[in-house]
C-alpha cells in the first residue's frame, strides 16, 4: 500500500467509516509497527495529545456535529499518522495541508497555524467559523469567558460569527480591535504589510484602533456590510470605502424579474441598487435625476451595473469613501 492509500484509508478510520477489511488492516499495522516501542514515540506524547486535539477544533470537511470523540487506539493512529509524516513512512512535502496546534504555557491558549498552501476551516467552541488562510494564524482561549469571546489573529481570515448578544465576539491584531455579535466579515492584517484591512460581508463592526497606553483616546468606525476600512499602520489613518465586490443581501431584498427595468425613473433604480447592496448612491444633479432608464442587470456586479447605466445616462460615477455619487449632463431627450 503507497502513501497515499494509507492516508485515505487512516482518515477513514479515525472517522469511522472504515470497512472491516481496513480496520483489520489499521489494527494490525498498530500493533506490528515498530514506532510503538520507539523511545522518540515517548518523549512525543504530550505533543501528539495536543495535536490530536486539533481534532475538537478544526475539521475541513465535516460540520462539527460529526466531530467526536475517538477510542485511544484511534488516537494512536492519528498520532501515528504525524510521526510518521516526519519519519519516512508517510513523509509529507512541505506542501501538507496541516494545521499545527499547540497549548502554549498555563494560560489554556490554543494557537492554530496555517502551514498549507489553502484556506482551512476551524469551528470554534461557540460553533463561530473561521476560514484560516495560508501563512495565517489564531490564538483563542480552550474556553471562552462569560463576558467576551476573544481570537487573536495574524494574517487573513473570514469569520463567519454565531450570534450571542450576550456575549460579543471580538478579534484583536497588532493594531486594531474588531467587535462583532454576529455577523461574518474578513481581516486581513499581515505582519509585514504597511496597513490593515476589515471587509464586512453581513451585519455591523465596530473596528477601533488599539490605543496607546498613554491615551484614553482610540480611532473607530462602526461598518456595515459591503463596507471595508483601511488602516494605515504607520500613520495610523483609517480609510472608509467599499468592498471591491459588493454582495447583494437577499434576505433583504426580494426582486421578482430580478434587475429587469423598463422606462423606470433613474432615481427608483438606483434607490433599488441602495436597498440591495446597502450602499448609499446620491445622484448630485437634476439633469440625471430627471432620466429614466431601461435595461437588464441582472447577473451582472455592482459596478458593472453601474457602468451600464452610467453610460445610458451620459453619465458617471464616483467611489468616496463609502458612499458612490454620481452626476453627468443627463439623458438625450
Known amino acids: 500500500m503507497n502513501q497515499f492509500d494509507f492516508d485515505i484509508v487512516l482518515q477513514k478510520y479515525l472517522s469511522?467509516?472504515?470497512?472491516?477489511?481496513?480496520?483489520?488492516?489499521?489494527?494490525?499495522?498498530?500493533?506490528?509497527?515498530?514506532?510503538?516501542?520507539?523511545?522518540?514515540?515517548?518523549?512525543?506524547?504530550e505533543k501528539i495529545g495536543k495535536r490530536i486535539k486539533q481534532k475538537l477544533y478544526t475539521d475541513t470537511i465535516r460540520e462539527p456535529a460529526y466531530i467526536r470523540f475517538l477510542p485511544w487506539i484511534k488516537g494512536i493512529a492519528a498520532s501515528i499518522l504525524i510521526l510518521l509524516?516526519?519519519?519516512?513512512?508517510?513523509?509529507?512535502?512541505e506542501y501538507s495541508d496541516v494545521l499545527k496546534?499547540?497549548?502554549?504555557?498555563?494560560?489554556?491558549?490554543?494557537?492554530?497555524k496555517n502551514t498549507s498552501k489553502k484556506p482551512q476551516r476551524v469551528v470554534l467552541e461557540d460553533g463561530s467559523i473561521v476560514i484560516l488562510k495560508e501563512k495565517s494564524?489564531?490564538?483563542?482561549?480552550?474556553?471562552?469567558?462569560?463576558?467576551?469571546?476573544?481570537?487573536?489573529?495574524?494574517?487573513?481570515?473570514?469569520?463567519?460569527?454565531?450570534?450571542?448578544?450576550?456575549?460579543?465576539?471580538?478579534?484583536?491584531?497588532?493594531?486594531?480591535?474588531?467587535?462583532v455579535l454576529g455577523t461574518s466579515f474578513t481581516i486581513k492584517s499581515y505582519d509585514d504589510a504597511r496597513s490593515i484591512e476589515v471587509l464586512v460581508a453581513t451585519g455591523r463592526v465596530s473596528v477601533y484602533e488599539v490605543a496607546d497606553k498613554a491615551s484614553s483616546n482610540s480611532n473607530g468606525v462602526i461598518l456595515t456590510?459591503?463596507?471595508?476600512?483601511?488602516?494605515?499602520?504607520?500613520?495610523?489613518?483609517?480609510?472608509?470605502?467599499?468592498?471591491?465586490n459588493p454582495v447583494i443581501?437577499?434576505?433583504?431584498?426580494?426582486?421578482?424579474?430580478?434587475?429587469?427595468?423598463?422606462?423606470?425613473?433613474?432615481?427608483?433604480?438606483?434607490?433599488?441598487?441602495?436597498?440591495?447592496?446597502?450602499?448609499?448612491?446620491?445622484i448630485e444633479n437634476d439633469a440625471v435625476e430627471a432620466c429614466k432608464f431601461?435595461?437588464?442587470?441582472?447577473?451582472?456586479?455592482?459596478?458593472e451595473q453601474l457602468d451600464l447605466i452610467c453610460k445610458s445616462l451620459n453619465a458617471t460615477y464616483?467611489?468616496?469613501?463609502?458612499?458612490?455619487?454620481?452626476?453627468?449632463?443627463?439623458?438625450?431627450?
Not at 155 to 179: C, D, I, W, Y
Not at 318 to 333: A, D, M, N
Open 249 to 282: 443581501n437577499r434576505s433583504e431584498i426580494r426582486v421578482a424579474y430580478g434587475f429587469t427595468f423598463l422606462e423606470t425613473p433613474v432615481k427608483e433604480t438606483f434607490s433599488l441598487l441602495e436597498k440591495a447592496y446597502g450602499i448609499d448612491i446620491v
Open 137 to 179: 494564524s489564531i490564538s483563542f482561549p480552550e474556553h471562552f469567558g462569560d463576558e467576551r469571546r476573544l481570537v487573536y489573529l495574524h494574517g487573513e481570515a473570514f469569520f463567519k460569527v454565531k450570534r450571542n448578544p450576550a456575549k460579543p465576539f471580538v478579534v484583536s491584531t497588532e493594531n486594531l480591535v474588531t467587535q
Open 85 to 93: 509524516g516526519s519519519w519516512g513512512f508517510l513523509k509529507k512535502s
Open 16 to 45: 469511522g467509516e472504515q470497512s472491516p477489511d481496513e480496520e483489520k488492516f489499521i489494527n494490525e499495522y498498530l500493533e506490528n509497527n515498530p514506532f510503538n516501542e520507539s523511545p522518540v514515540f515517548e518523549i512525543e506524547k
Open 318 to 333: 464616483e467611489r468616496r469613501g463609502t458612499t458612490l455619487f454620481v452626476r453627468g449632463e443627463g439623458c438625450s431627450k
Open 225 to 244: 456590510r459591503n463596507q471595508k476600512i483601511i488602516f494605515d499602520k504607520k500613520s495610523k489613518k483609517m480609510e472608509l470605502a467599499i468592498v471591491e
Open 101 to 112: 496546534l499547540e497549548t502554549l504555557g498555563n494560560q489554556g491558549v490554543v494557537e492554530i
Open 294 to 303: 431601461t435595461g437588464d442587470l441582472t447577473d451582472l456586479s455592482l459596478f
